[in-house]
Structures are given as C-alpha cells and as structure tokens.
C-alpha cells in the first residue's frame, strides 16, 4: 500500500492564481481530512469527507474548496490564492471503527503565495 | 471549548534523559487522547494514544500519562534518543469525526 499520498510536493503561485492539491489513498479509508500547519500553530483542519459525495467545513475553510467523487480522491481547490495562505497542507484518512484518531497523514505539499 | 493546551514549545533534553511534554482539555466529553510524531519534511505518524478508561500505557520508551480530574495528559520518553529529535502532537477527539491537536513541541535530544 502506498498509503496517502499527495502532488505537488512543493509549489509557488502568485497573488490570484489558483490551484488544486491531490490527495490520493489506497486504504478504502472512509473519512478524509485537509490540514494546513503554520508554524507554532499546529494542525487546523480546512475540510474533512466522511465518505464519497460527503464534505464538511473545518476551522480554517476560508478561501478553499473540496469535493470527494471517489473514496480514493479528495482534492483540495484553491480559489484566488492569498499570501496568508502560505503554509504546508497535509491531507489524512482514517477507517471508521478504528479509533476516530487514529489519522494517517501523507508527507505534505508546501506552497508559497507571492 | 474545543482547545487542546500543549507545552512547552521546545525542549532540550540530553540523550539518555527524560523528555516530558504535556497536554490540557478543556472538554470534559474527550474520550480519545492520541500523540503524533513528526519528522522535519514528513507528516504526522501516531506515536501512542490512550482511552480515559486507563491511567498509563506505556509502548516501549513512550508512555503516556493521564489524569482524568485534572484534564491533563502528558508523554514520557524515556532514555531519550537523538532519533527521538521531532516535533510532538498531542490531540484529543470526543467521537465525532475530528481531532483537535495541540500547537506541538519541538524535541531536541542532544547527543
């Protein structure tokens, strides 16, 4: 299993400009999740699935979007992207009946807003 | 209230030594407590988590330490080791679909 995995690892945009995160996992995992980490500010949650077709507002959703077609995929949509959103974005999944918190993270995209 | 109160924020420990980090809940309805260890560049890995059932449990160096009146629970490491070198998550969820995690402490095992 390649677990979560997510694309880019690393991406730059300019003040406006859009983009979409991939988030991909291979575990049939029902619950999906975006996090973005600041630092010192820990983990806060943009946007979470609880299965194909199901989303959900985070804390921080502000400024993104999501939409979850397959129990596999759950892109994150950056509309109009904003210097505050520089940050590292993780996506995680978990298996319902395994323990709520017991997430799996992927290794990250770090993007920089210009 | 949702917040989840880690500290410190950093720490120093010589290796051999014991690392000890702790974590507040406001939320009495918490009923999950796990920790997550993170590597610069990688992504958060559960570490250790305990249920309000238990007091202790420990896996290996790592035990985790709850105290349910207080709404405090901390993370032992003992014998710290370089390789322990990271950054330290605690987080707590109350059987909804979302955990709430702690700002994180930055772990540095000196050699």
């Known amino acids: 299993n390649a677990g979560v995995t997510q694309t880019p690892k690393f991406r730059i945009l300019k003040i406006g400009q859009s983009m979409t995160l991939q988030c991909a996992q291979d575990m049939n995992h029902n619950y999906m999740y975006w996090y973005r980490q600041d630092p010192g500010m820990g983990l806060k949650l943009i946007y979470y699935s609880v299965g194909a077709g199901i989303t959900d507002k985070g804390e921080v959703p502000n400024g993104y979007n999501v939409s979850r077609s397959t129990t596999e995929d759950f892109p994150l949509r950056l509309e109009l992207a904003a210097p505050s959103q520089t940050s590292v974005y993780f996506c995680?999944?978990?298996?319902?009946?395994?323990?709520?918190?017991?997430?799996?993270f992927g290794p990250g995209t770090r993007l920089l807003v210009l | 209230q949702q917040q989840v109160k880690q500290s410190p924020q950093s720490l120093i420990v010589q290796k051999g030594g014991i690392s000890i980090i702790n974590c507040a809940y406001e939320?009495?309805?918490?009923?999950?407590f796990p920790w997550y260890q993170q590597f610069p560049g990688k992504g958060p890995a559960l570490l250790i988590a305990?249920?309000?059932?238990?007091s202790e449990k420990k896996e290996g160096r790592f035990t985790i330490s709850f105290n349910k009146s207080a709404k405090q629970f901390s993370l032992h490491i003992m014998d710290s080791q370089p390789g322990d070198s990271a950054t330290y998550f605690c987080?707590?969820?109350?059987?909804?679909?979302?955990?709430?995690f702690g700002k994180g402490t930055k772990l540095t095992v000196n050699p």
């Open positions: 939320n009495t309805a918490f009923d999950y």
């Open positions: 305990i249920r309000p059932d238990v």
């Open positions: 995680a999944s978990s298996y319902q009946g395994q323990g709520i918190g017991t997430q799996y």
């Open positions: 987080a707590a969820s109350n059987g909804s679909e979302k955990l709430v």
